[in-house]
Structures are given as C-alpha cells and as structure tokens.
C-alpha cells in the first residue's frame, strides 16, 4: 500500500494550497482502504471463525455476521448503524472511507477481542427477553441496567465493565448516543462489583527473585531464542511491565504502532551523570498511555539478573544483526524467510513456565512479572514514587495497586520474602499515601 497522505493532502481545494497533490490521488489512496463492511477483514490480521460454543450460541441475524470476535465492534450493526453506513455510501467516497480510516488503529486487537465478548453477551440477553434490533443500538439505559443486574450474579464486577466499555465503543464506532454513564448505571456497577466477588480470579503470584534465577541457568547464553527471552524477563521485571507491551501476538504480523521494533526502541546504553550504568528504550504504545507509549528506563546491577547486561547480550551479541524492522525481542531464525523470527507472548510464557514447573513451580502469567518487580523494587528500599514512575503508575493508581499486593503477598509467598520486610515496606508506603494526601473513594477497584 502507498504512503498515507499527509493531515494537508487531505484538504479538499487546491486553490488555497498549491502544493496539495492533485485530489485524484488522495482518493485512490482512500479507495484502497475498508468501508464498514468489510473493515475488520481487510485491516485486521486474518483469523478464521470457529464454530460456536452451545454456550456463545446467539440467534442468527443480518446484522451480526459470523466473525471473530476481534471484528464485532466493527461488522455487528443495528438498523440505526445500518442507517449510518448507507448515509456514508451515498456520500462521496472520500467522507466514506477517510470515516472508516480514521478507526484502524483505534483499539489494540486484545481489546477488541475482550469487547467483542461483551457484545455476544449482550445481544444474547436481548435475544432471551425478545428485544428488537432496533432498540439494541441505541441501547437505553433501562435495557443496559437488565443487562447488568442478570449478568451481576455470575461474572464478576471487572468483566461485567469490561463488556459495558464495548458496548460503549460499538455506540461511539457508529455514532450512536450512550448513555452509560448515567447516576442509574453507576449504581449497577457497584452493585456487581459486591455480588460478583465470588466470580473474580484468584489473585496472581507475582515472579520473585528466585523465579528469575532459575530462568537465568536454566537459558542459554549462546542461544538467540533463549538471550531474547531473558531479555526480555529482565525488562518486564525491572521495569514492571506488562508482558503484551514488549512481545508480540503473532509471528506473522507486527504492528509498529503497537508492537516495540529495534528501530522504534531507539536503545541507549548510557551512564548517569553519578556514573550508573543505565539502559533506556522507548515503546510506542501501553496500555495507559495507548498510542503516546512510554520511556523504559533499566538501571545495572552487580549479580546476575542484571537487565542492562541481558539487554548487551541480546542486541550487541547474540542477537545483533536482527534488521531495523524487527521486534526489539526478535531472535535469528535460519528456517524464517526473515532470518528472525519475533517473541510472542505465548511463546515467552510457555518457555518460563516449562523452566518453573520442572523445578517444582506453579505455572505464572505475563502479568506476574508486573507484580513481582514493583515488590522486588520496594523491598530493596526504594522510593515508591520511583516504583509508580517505574512502572507507569499515577500516585492514586499505584496506592491501590499496592493495597492488592499487600493481599497478594502472604496469601502466595510467605516462604519467598521475610515478614519484617513487609513492615519496612508499608512504612514507606503509609508514607507516601500521607505525603501525597491520597484518599481512596470506596467504589474505586483496581484490577491487577
């Protein structure tokens, strides 16, 4: 595909800007993107539909074809949206398809996925009580709040969210009215937070100290595969992050809007002006900042999970003829057309676990390297306003999450951290909620 078309290209006179190309080739441009219908098939990675679940079962209906659930948001409509897309197609077809343009890369495909299940949920509830299409978008607020309230018993309070933001992004896709955020909705949602408890997960165990050793000896150093896993480990442990911010969902497709390359990551191996070595590297994208993505900032260490030195080994040794374009956690493969083949997320994962199980482990999530290097960092005394920066947290967010892991902590590791560590730990942090004058709301949750 041709290079998009500069904000100034788009304009739609030449009169008054001379060096606009010729509007012709803006539209040919536009002509080779998706209209609404067939969007998700032509923008998205392609992903076959399963047969349904007795339990995703819904009723068949023009408007909601079969498609994965990373499309829905997209290709499920309702006779108003219906109305919206047949507006558009008797537009010109530059308004038409610059409109769908402008949603490509809106929401990250987990994201779409996690809606897409919410939009199932809610058109098979509708289905059950005889709702018409008509009314299902717009939604109004007495049919959202039944949602809820039947929903509230068997899923917990974080889900039942999770599917009222698709539904909200399906209305703001189609430009239709939410009203979501009403004072009656609001009440709903507590009330599932409190009834859907018993539904919630088990809190994660966060990756210890330990768990970081026996992945160092268990990997080898002259190995691609193995520098770009403990590379990686490293960079999620110290510098608590989340696993889908530094690999990447399929081998055979990365995003550079989402997905961190060696030439996006801009990798710096530096001293600080009191001579620390520190390592720094940028990522386009988080799940806070979305599209804005963030500095990752790693500092050196004297024992051997040191994340400056794994990082060494991986871009400047092992790893250090992978091409601009690859994924900063790419390894050289000989069998890739490519010559490297990316770090998935599952294939992290499944490589770490394999590593703890055989030493006598539970299995752990991407997310647990989150949890384990903000308690690793506070252990050893630092600051936690450096931990909320570290790991991208605001003050009021890193307070809850703390209150989590103080749950977390001896529930799961008793054996892994000593108790009167603890008590120096919720010093400090009883410090820094008085310091920065941090009142908790009771209907604030954080989900881990």
């Keep these: 595909m041709r290079s998009p078309p500069t904000k100034e290209d788009l304009l739609p006179s030449t009169s008054f800007h001379p060096a606009a190309p010729p509007v012709d080739s803006v539209l040919q441009y536009l002509l ?63 308004i038409r398809l610059g409109y ?68 909200r992004a399906w209305h703001e896709i189609n430009n239709q009215p939410w009203v979501g955020e009403q004072p009656l909705l609001r009440l709903g949602r507590r009330s599932a937070n409190r009834t859907g408890k018993k539904h919630s997960r088990p ?7 330990m768990h970081m ?56 191996f530096t001293r600080t002006e009191s001579n620390v070595k520190v390592v720094y590297f940028d990522i386009p994208w988080t799940k806070t900042t979305k599209e804005k993505g963030t500095r990752i900032r790693l500092t050196a260490r004297d024992d051997v999970l040191c994340p400056r030195r794994a990082l060494e080994r991986h871009l400047l040794h092992v790893n250090s003829d992978l091409p601009p374009e690859a994924p900063l956690f790419a390894f050289k493969e000989a069998s890739d057309p490519r010559g490297f083949t990316p770090l998935t997320k599952t294939t992290f994962l499944d490589q770490c676990n394999k590593i703890w199980t055989a030493a006598g482990h539970i299995a752990l999530n991407g997310h647990s390297f989150r949890i384990g290097g903000a308690v690793e960092l506070l252990l050893m005394g630092i600051d936690p306003r450096t931990v909320a920066l570290t790991g991208g947290w605001s003050s009021l967010a890193f307070l809850l999450y703390w209150r989590r892991l103080d749950e977390i902590i001896p529930f799961h590791t008793h054996t892994a951290y000593k108790s009167r560590d603890f008590r120096h730990v919720r010093s400090a942090i009883a410090s820094f909620q008085s310091a920065e004058n941090l009142v908790i709301p009771d209907s604030l949750e954080i989900i881990l």
Aim: proline letters at 7%; hydrophobic letters at 35%; aromatic letters at 8%.
């Design 32 to 94: 080779s993107l998706p209209d609404s219908r067939n969007f998700a098939t032509s923008t998205f990675r392609n992903i076959r539909p399963r047969a349904a679940r007795r339990d995703n079962w819904i009723a068949p209906s023009p408007f909601r074809p079969s498609c994965p659930a990373s499309e829905r948001i997209f290709r499920w409509k309702s006779p108003a949206a219906a109305h919206l897309d047949e507006m558009l197609r008797q537009d010109s077809a530059l």
């Design 203 to 209: 809190p994660r165990e966060p990756v210890t100290s």
């Design 213 to 268: 050793k026996l992945l160092h000896d268990a990997l080898s150093n002259s190995s691609p595969r193995d520098a770009a896993i403990w590379a990686c480990a490293c960079s999620l442990f110290w510098g608590c992050r989340r696993s889908g911010e530094l690999t990447v969902t399929s081998t055979r497709g990365i995003n550079p809007l989402h997905d961190v390359t060696i030439s996006s990551a801009s990798v710096l």
């Design 100 to 167: 769908w343009a402008n949603l490509q890369d809106a929401y990250a495909e987990a994201t779409r996925s996690t809606y897409g299940a919410g939009l199932l949920r809610f058109h098979q509830f509708c289905d059950r009580c005889g709702v018409p299409e008509s009314r299902r978008m717009p939604a109004d607020i007495h049919l959202l709040a039944g949602f809820i309230g039947c929903w509230s018993d068997k899923h917990s309070g974080s889900t039942l969210s999770n599917w009222l933001a698709g539904l």
